[in-house]
């Protein structure tokens, strides 16, 4: 078998890849070592930035989006049992964020490449990449208990922090740079409507938290724990009243529970590879950097991967050129560094930290009281959470 791109791969940076390429006449195949059922109903993040929203709109995506997400204006940040809101659209120029969950997002991608004859092979195990520093990439694979190869010009790394594509690179190849922090999150998802319309993240003297929702009926809410904390150690009783204690405030605004549908606790780091190419492979998304979720960046900063590599793929067919292609990393790398110290600042600015005394804890509080009372502070604030500027692509 051969295509021009082989993609591993079929989150949403893989499938959107995948998609943008098909838009622009480049044939590729997509491997996936889940079944289509796991992918599309893998429970992920769910804020699109401005950015990531107007792309699967332009390229024929956006239409479930439109009719189901829910645009936000500004979102809430409390501490002090105080609840100050950042007009995220007043001070971005009118921008916005779309509530739309990413296993949306990947049932939307998966039905439309199908629809439109793009190849996909789910449950592919045993995926090697090779070739690609010889420029003579493939992908090999089992499936159903048979071998198989397919033969690319390119290979595009999607599979994510564990995937075997970044595990491929040449040894000394790449620096991989990481923080690990000292707590996680737990997170429920739970059967019951939204308690109001935006989000909010909370500094609280026992942790952070974070009420979300992902759609009408559907609350997200997450908890600051112990990184090494049992899931066991939470039953729902007690994550309802840890999260009344930590959200809500004087005001008289109260959670609306219901059946916990979803819980689990998630590790917290940052992670980057550098750089994201060697030869004619290419990492994009979690296979090359991780946030933390306080952001809300992880998926935004995939599909601005995708959007940098669909644009050079499209300059080396359709022009004959390689300059976007060997800029690639680079490119990507300043986007992911901005994001990363975003995602940094607000981890840092609204957590428990163990090493923090009372100097720090006074530190953290009177940057909360800059931040909601500047409006320089706020618009930066608002600047990254809409999304920024998209780079290298013409």
């Not at 922090?161 to 190849?173: E, K, T």
């Not at 994001?339 to 163990?354: A, E, G, I, K």
Request: proline share 4%; glycine share 10%; charged share 25%.
């Amino acid at each position: 078998m051969r295509t021009e791109v082989g993609i591993v791969g079929a989150g949403p940076a893989g499938l959107l890849l995948s998609h943008l390429l098909a838009r622009a006449g480049i044939e590729s195949v997509v491997l996936e070592r889940q079944s289509r059922s796991y992918v599309e109903n893998r429970i992920r993040a769910g804020v699109l930035e401005q950015g990531t929203a107007d792309l699967l709109r332009e390229t024929g995506v956006g239409q479930r989006m439109d009719r189901e997400g829910m645009v936000h204006r500004g979102i809430e940040i409390a501490f002090r049992a105080r609840r100050h809101r950042i007009d995220l659209a007043g001070l971005s120029g009118g921008k916005t964020v779309t509530v739309y969950g990413q296993h949306e997002v990947v049932k939307d991608l998966i039905a439309l490449r199908l629809a439109d004859g793009g190849g996909l092979r789910f449950e592919a195990e045993d995926v090697a990449p090779s070739g690609f520093l010889e420029d003579r990439p493939a992908l090999e694979w089992r499936q159903e208990g048979q071998a198989h190869r397919l033969d690319c010009d390119f290979i595009a790394g999607c599979d994510g922090f564990h995937g075997i594509c970044r595990a491929s690179l040449p040894a000394g190849h790449a620096r991989l740079l990481e923080r690990v922090y000292p707590f996680a999150w737990l997170g429920i998802l739970a059967e019951a409507p939204p308690a109001q319309e935006e989000l909010i993240y909370a500094r609280h003297p026992e942790g952070f938290a974070l009420f979300s929702m992902r759609s009408p009926q559907l609350t997200r809410l997450y908890l600051q724990c112990d990184p090494d904390d049992d899931i066991a150690n939470w039953p729902d009783r007690r994550i309802w009243d840890e999260l009344h204690r930590r959200l809500e405030s004087d005001g008289g605004w109260r959670l609306t529970e219901g059946p916990v549908l979803q819980k689990g606790i998630t590790a917290m780091r940052s992670f980057v590879c550098e750089p994201m190419q060697a030869g004619r492979l290419f990492l994009a998304g979690d296979a090359a950097h991780i946030v933390p979720p306080t952001g809300a960046k992880g998926m935004n900063l995939a599909v601005a991967d995708v959007r940098t590599l669909a644009a050079a793929l499209v300059a080396h067919y359709r022009e004959g050129r390689a300059d976007r292609l060997d800029a690639y990393s680079a490119t990507c790398l300043r986007r992911i560094w901005k994001v990363q110290r975003f995602s940094w600042w607000m981890t840092q600015l609204l957590h428990r930290f163990p090493e923090h005394d009372a100097f720090g804890r006074r530190l953290q509080e009177a940057e909360l009281d800059y931040v909601v009372h500047s409006e320089a502070a706020r618009r930066a604030l608002a600047e990254n959470y809409v999304g920024l500027p998209f780079e290298g692509v013409e």
